[in-house]
């Protein structure tokens, strides 16, 4: 049987943190979240962590080199060789893990932070993208697209949701006011 959750992160049973939660809404091993679900969120997490990296770093040829000769291979093997990324990413993490600054997760602005800094890499991969080609094409502008639409989308939100939070600390900081002077 799999490990629970609490095998693989800082947190222990009922501790109150965002793993005690998860572990709270999808199961301590996960088993309310569908396999698709759980490859969807691998592949979002994979994302933003490759983007901490920057691209003079990336070496996109060697990629797609492995990922044509695993892409192949049955599904249980591809899990297998996540599984292998995954230990070797963890160890290289573990060496330096001060290399990457991460602000206080209690800090108002930490979400946009992160969110801001995805958005960066987002716009260096866009720029890989297009830094060699000399003409536009559909199948790069396509590319370019499906990078950046969805991150303009949520970079949107993030700002309404900013823009909603300021106007309700101004409204009571107001009321406040009023108060005070009646």
């Known amino acids: 049987m799999n490990k629970p959750l609490g095998y693989?992160?800082?947190h222990t049973a009922n501790d109150g943190s965002i793993f005690d939660d998860m572990e709270t809404l999808y199961g301590s091993h996960f088993e309310q979240i569908s396999l698709a679900d759980k490859f969807d969120l691998i592949s979002r997490i994979t994302f933003t962590l490759r983007n901490l990296t920057p691209p003079s770093q990336r070496n996109e040829g060697k990629v797609q080199s492995l990922?044509?000769?695993i892409r192949n291979v049955d599904i249980s093997t591809q899990i297998s060789f996540l599984k292998f990324l995954i230990d070797n990413c963890n160890q290289h993490t573990?060496?330096?893990a001060e290399e990457i600054p991460q602000p206080d997760p209690d800090w108002d602005y930490y979400e946009t932070?992160?969110?801001?800094h995805?958005?960066?890499s987002v716009a260096e991969a866009g720029i890989a993208l297009i830094a060699d080609k000399k003409n536009a094409d559909s199948e790069t502008d396509a590319k370019l697209n499906q990078l950046i639409e969805p991150f303009l989308i949520q970079l949107e939100g993030t700002v309404d949701d900013?823009?909603?939070e300021a106007t309700d600390e101004e409204l009571a900081?107001?009321?406040d006011e009023e108060e005070e002077t009646a």
């Open 67 to 69: 990922y044509s000769r």
């Open 118 to 120: 995805h958005m960066k």
């Open 162 to 164: 900013l823009s909603t």
């Open 94 to 96: 573990q060496m330096n």
């Open 113 to 116: 932070w992160q969110l801001l």
């Open 8 to 10: 693989y992160t800082p």
């Open 173 to 175: 900081f107001a009321e």
